[in-house]
């Protein structure tokens, strides 16, 4: 897709989005489910670009193509999840068909609930719409089944207990996207253990080619950007695989790097850390105490005592 020349449309409540789609106000100002094949859009005048200031949660039937990476045979392709928090910036493309189901919810709808602040850990929100949820028949009936309690809800007359029942179906649906992205993970396995090994053969070329002396150590937003994912989806990713975060992976490539030189040069502590990457030589000692419970000096004392 080009990138837009025009800034984006920042929207600020459910019912301005609502009126720029053409759909009558919702029932519920701060949370609304959306049926997109009724929407109105006006495509001439539809924006390139929107912020959204709330959570916007897509369900679709069907999710054609091919994304990202080309997980190719490892997804289903009944129907497709993608999880947006708010002020991220959305794309649109006006040629798309717009079939399923949209759960809106404003940040101000879970403040006072456990969820208002716990939301946060649900890592799918700052994963790339390439990095959607694609759903097996069964998850799929399993999530518009929550979609419907949700929607049967707000046709309801609002009481004491709306809001109550509405924030449980929603921690109950995002639960089901942990449980479905785990599952995705599994079913990517060979997939991912390509992108394992590009990442691997990626830090051991920046190690190598001494890139931490003009650019600092590698970061997460550098491999991510490098392998076309998002940052939150590559950790995720590789906790799935290895047990660790990508801040982990990459301290342990550094601190392997780090032996080497130790082992095999004649290099000062502070010269292997500036090597590395580090600003400090502090830095890289306290790094390299913390992950092998001893100092540069100490460690590499043991090869080369008397």
Do not use: C, W
């Not at 089901?176 to 079913?187: A, D, E, I, P």
């Not at 590789?238 to 047990?243: D, E, H, M, N, V």
């Amino acid at each position: 897709m080009k990138k837009s020349n025009q800034p984006p449309v920042t929207i600020h409540s459910i019912t301005e989005l609502h009126r720029l789609v053409g759909l009558p106000g919702p029932a519920h100002p701060l949370i609304s489910l959306v049926d997109n094949t009724k929407l109105n859009i006006e495509r001439e005048r539809f924006p390139e670009t929107l912020i959204l200031d709330f959570y916007k949660i897509s369900y679709k039937h069907t999710l054609n193509g091919r994304i990202g990476y080309g997980q190719g045979y490892y997804d289903f392709d009944e129907g497709g999840m993608i999880f947006t928090a708010p002020h991220q910036l959305l794309a649109i493309d006006k040629d798309t068909e717009y079939y399923g189901l949209s759960l809106l919810i404003h940040p101000d709808f879970l403040r006072g609930y456990q969820l208002g602040t716990s939301i946060s850990k649900y890592g799918f929100f700052s994963y790339d719409t390439n990095e959607a949820l694609h759903l097996s028949e069964k998850e799929k009936e399993t999530i518009v089944s929550v979609l419907e309690n949700i929607g049967q809800e707000l046709t309801n007359n609002i009481d004491d207990f709306s809001q109550d029942l509405l924030v449980s179906y929603l921690e109950v649906l995002l639960n089901y996207g942990n449980r479905f992205y785990k599952r995705q993970f599994v079913t990517r396995k060979a997939v991912n253990h390509d992108l394992l090994t590009k990442l691997e053969t990626m830090l051991t070329h920046y190690l190598d080619t001494r890139q931490g002396l003009q650019s600092g150590l590698p970061t997460v937003e550098y491999l991510a950007d490098q392998l076309n994912l998002s940052p939150r989806y590559l950790s995720d990713m590789l906790r799935s695989l290895t047990g660790q975060s990508a801040q982990q992976h990459i301290h342990q490539k550094v601190i392997d790097k780090s032996k080497e030189y130790l082992t095999n040069t004649n290099l000062s502590v502070a010269e292997i850390a500036y090597e590395l990457g580090f600003e400090y030589p502090q830095s890289f000692n306290k790094l390299f105490k913390n992950k092998t419970a001893l100092t540069p000096v100490a460690f590499k004392a043991q090869f080369f005592t008397n």
